[in-house]
T-cell receptor, first 115, second 113 residues
Framework: EAQVTQNPRYLITVTGKKLTVTCSQN?????MSWYRQDPGLGLRQIYY???????DKGDVPEGYKVSRKEKRNFPLILESPSPNQTSLYFC??????????????FGPGTRLTVL | AQKVTQAQTEISVVEKEDVTLDCVYE???????LFWYKQPPSGELVFLIR??????QNEISGRYSWNFQKSTSSFNFTITASQVVDSAVYFC??????????FGKGTRLHILP
């Protein structure tokens, strides 16, 4: 079954404690990205990756890191989380071909609370 | 500047009515992609459509249809004969040549039984 998995689904942590949210896809997709969703601000892209070892900043990259060492995984790293990073996070992937049939698949979301 | 505007913050219609969600975009690129996504009350994000800037053909998928007009920089989404299950937040988005995606703020759609 084609899917994007994220872990953990829920996380409550404290300021400054490094954490990683994992994202994995089983469709051999080239394009992967991370988004955060906040009330009143909608969805905003954090980072994206067009292929292994290729990552680029989205709209709101500050305070986040990513890596793409393998095609299937695209972890989101918060080196020193702060309360303003409390949010709902989504990972997504797509083929990256640019065609109209290039469907984007989303993970189920990770709700992060930073105290 | 790249921008996506969904002017309708919230819409309520009675079941079986048709409803159109507006999306206006701004971009300097000649090659770009437009998207619509659905986020039902359960919270997941569902991809609905992707449209290449060179393809202005309208798209129909069941009760859903999309009208792409470059002349007005709009990519509107119509639901025909709406159903309660269509109640959700709908997001329009733009991807430019740099592969970065920008979203509109979303339109919350209520379908009343």
């Amino acid at each position: 079954e084609a899917q994007v998995t994220q872990n953990p689904r829920y996380l409550i942590t404290v300021t400054g404690k490094k954490l990683t949210v994992t994202c994995s896809q089983n469709m051999n997709h080239e394009y992967m990205s991370w988004y955060r969703q906040d009330p009143g601000l909608g969805l905003r892209q954090i980072y994206y990756s067009m292929n292994v070892e290729v990552t680029d900043k989205g709209d709101v990259p500050e305070g986040y890191k990513v890596s793409r060492k393998e095609k299937r995984n695209f972890p989101l790293i918060l080196e020193s989380p702060s309360p303003n990073q409390t949010s709902l996070y989504f990972c997504a992937s797509s083929l990256g071909t640019g065609g109209n049939t290039d469907t984007q698949y989303f993970g189920p979301g990770t709700r992060l609370t930073v105290l | 500047a790249q921008k996506v505007t969904q002017a309708q913050t919230e819409i309520s219609v009675v079941e079986k009515e048709d409803v159109t969600l507006d999306c206006v975009y701004e971009t300097r690129d000649t090659t770009y992609y437009l998207f619509w996504y659905k986020q039902p009350p359960s919270g997941e994000l569902v991809f609905l459509i992707r449209r290449n800037s060179f393809d202005e053909q309208n798209e129909i998928s069941g009760r859903y249809s999309w009208n792409f007009q470059k002349s007005t920089s709009s990519f509107n989404f119509t639901i025909t004969a709406s159903q309660v299950v269509d109640s959700a937040v709908y997001f329009c988005a733009l991807m430019n040549r740099d592969d970065k995606i920008i979203f509109g703020k979303g339109t919350r759609l209520h379908i009343l039984p």
